[in-house]
């Protein structure tokens, strides 16, 4: 996974190397890795479509050996080597997409850290200018999370606890520790002060937990409820529409990934860096654009083939 994170992260580098916005350079990059996995996507939806078509067949032989499970799973193999279906290839692109989503997620931590580390180190030397935030849309920093509870740079008292040392890297451990000292200074009081970051307009009781909104806000939130919300059109387009497909309790559990998904999306998102927000979002699009793409070349095909046998018959 470190070799897979690393390899992430130099190629996002080199995107961003020409073009200058890691916003710009995240979404190019998810489009790069939808591509490359278009093909395993397509196996995969040939494979649904083609256990969807076997449903009525494996429904009776359910019914028909339901209290002999041996001579069931004989049968079932039978059924998928006459049609030639291959029940784990529908799973093959969740298998692939797992580990890159995780690889991901390590990578631009990588790539946030150090670019937060830089323009604090620029701070110090007195070189720091806004655009080393790298501002995107409505985002005034995309290291930061979009959100009206993030501050735009680290708030005072925060000693990124959450940074760690990384071979290879500028999170060498003097670095951090020079750059937290920085950080507890007067002179990064002095620079917060600009951004909004050591002072709240509301400190209430919530629950459990203090509830704060800075002065100067990163973000409105609109990337994780995006995130949550492709997250659901999504999953519902991956999920087999044939009310029929599994037995009840394969479908309760399709129905309840349907809504963890999402809200899982919207958790993750709001935590994070808007950069790794943006990913998850444009993931989530070109998968719903390849997949209504996807589902229009089957049902031509479908159409083409029917058109086919009616002309065949007398």
């Known amino acids: 996974m470190n070799f897979i994170s690393a390899f ?18 995240v979404i190019l990059f998810t489009l790069l890795i939808r591509l490359v996995l278009m093909p395993l996507d397509i196996k995969s939806r040939r494979s649904m479509m083609r256990m969807n078509q076997v449903q009525p067949q494996m429904a009776a032989l359910q019914k028909k050996y339901a209290n002999d499970k041996e001579k069931l799973n004989v049968k079932m193999n039978e059924l998928y080597r006459k049609e030639k279906i291959n029940p784990l290839s529908g799973c093959l692109p969740m298998l692939i997409q797992l580990p890159v989503l995780w690889a991901m997620f390590e990578a631009m931590r990588v790539v946030a850290n150090e670019h937060t580390i830089t323009y604090l180190q620029a701070m110090m030397n007195g ?9 995107f849309l409505w985002i005034k920093s995309i290291f930061q999370p979009d959100s009206f509870l993030s501050t735009i740079i680290p708030a005072v ?13 500028i999170l060498t451990e003097d670095t951090l520790r020079v750059v937290k000292e920085f950080l507890a200074g007067d002179a990064y009081k002095a620079i917060a002060a600009q951004y909004g970051a050591n002072a709240y307009v509301l400190q209430t009781k919530m629950l459990f937990w203090d509830f704060n909104i800075p002065l100067q806000f990163n973000g409105w939130f609109i990337l994780p409820l995006l995130a949550g919300g492709s997250q659901l059109i999504s999953s519902r387009l991956l999920t087999p529409s044939n009310p029929a497909a599994g037995n009840e309790t394969q479908q309760q559990t399709n129905k309840m990934m349907q809504w963890f ?4 999306s919207i958790w993750i998102c709001a935590s994070y860096t808007a950069a790794f927000a943006l990913y998850w979002v444009f993931i989530n ?30």
Do not use: C, R
């Not at 070189?127 to 501002?135: E, K």
């Not at 998904?261 to 899982?264: A, E, G, K, S």
């Open 8 to 25: 992430l992260k130099d190629v996002l580098d080199m995107i961003n190397s020409f073009i200058g916005s890691y916003g710009w350079s």
């Open 127 to 135: 070189t720091f200018t806004p655009d080393m935030l790298q501002p």
């Open 157 to 169: 008292g925060d000693q990124l606890q959450h940074i760690t040392p990384v071979s290879g890297t």
């Open 261 to 264: 998904f999402p809200l899982f």
């Open 285 to 314: 699009v070109f998968q719903i654009l390849q997949q209504l793409f996807i589902n229009w070349y089957f049902n031509k095909k479908k159409l083409a083939a029917n058109s086919e046998e009616e002309v065949i018959k007398p």
